[in-house]
């Protein structure tokens, strides 16, 4: 079993939600997380004030999946949340040991 988190554009979420949904991929979890990276954040002006924006909103999906699905479904991430334009972006993909269905006690990839 492998996690999933990327970090992706807010206004690309649905894209890349319904593209997952397309391959398979049953559930994620979504979080509105503030970073940055070489985009380094930018300058706005407010009612003749520049200010500097360090954070930027971006989204944060958490996926679990079956290491057999783990390269498409990085691929479909990939391929919908690509704008062309820094900013868009990281996934990060790593090695998951257990999981566990509280519901009903499932455990391992029958629990995803």
């Known amino acids: 079993m492998k996690?999933?988190?990327a970090i992706v554009q807010p206004h690309r979420l649905d894209a890349v939600?319904?593209?997952?949904?397309?391959i398979g991929v049953?559930?994620?979890?979504?979080?509105?997380?503030?970073?940055?990276?070489?985009?380094?954040g930018h300058s706005e002006i407010y009612r003749?004030?520049?200010y500097t924006i360090h954070y930027l909103p971006k989204v944060k999906l958490e996926i679990a999946v079956n290491s057999d699905v783990a390269d498409k479904a990085v691929e479909?991430?990939?391929?919908?949340?690509?704008?062309?334009?820094i900013g868009d972006g990281k996934?990060?993909?790593?090695?998951?040991?257990?999981?566990?269905?509280?519901r009903?006690?499932?455990t391992?990839?029958?629990?995803?």
């Open 104 to 106: 009903t006690g499932e």
């Open 17 to 22: 939600r319904e593209a997952l949904s397309a």
């Open 76 to 85: 479909t991430i990939t391929e919908a949340g690509r704008t062309g334009k």
């Open 26 to 40: 049953s559930g994620m979890t979504a979080s509105e997380v503030k970073g940055f990276g070489r985009q380094g």
């Open 3 to 5: 996690f999933i988190i």
């Open 48 to 50: 003749g004030a520049e």
């Open 91 to 102: 996934i990060f993909v790593l090695d998951l040991e257990n999981a566990l269905r509280i």
């Open 108 to 112: 391992g990839p029958e629990a995803l």
